[in-house]
């Protein structure tokens, strides 16, 4: 689990989606947002489209170990992960969302 100082509220879950600039990779989409406060915030969405609940679980506990790695003191951001194809293994994803996160990180810090 993230630590609770690094977990979205869920009130600004349809703020960030209007208002963020979205990657999307082959598992899912990152929805970011700069921050005003110096604190690393993130959510996790992972619909039942994906599959039943141990599939749910386990694609949310692989995103949530990626994250941690990602956990960065000093950038202020804000994002979600939404998930919309299954993946069970930790290295495809981890690519896909390094890709999403590192594209993120260079458009949304230049601006």
Do not use: W
Not at 13 to 18: E, V
């Amino acid at each position: 689990m993230l630590p609770k100082e690094n977990r979205l509220n869920k009130k600004y879950f349809q703020l960030l989606h209007k208002q963020g600039k979205k990657f999307r990779g082959e598992y899912g989409m990152l929805v970011i947002q700069k921050s005003t406060q110096k604190e690393f915030r993130f959510a996790f969405v992972v619909s039942k489209k994906i599959g039943n609940a141990v599939q749910r679980n386990r694609m949310t506990r692989l995103l949530r170990e990626i994250t941690k790695t990602h956990i960065k003191d000093g950038i202020g951001m804000k994002g979600i992960y939404i998930a919309y194809k299954y993946c069970n293994e930790y290295e495809k994803l981890e690519k896909d969302f390094n890709i999403q996160f590192e594209t993120a990180l260079r458009d949304t810090l230049k601006a």
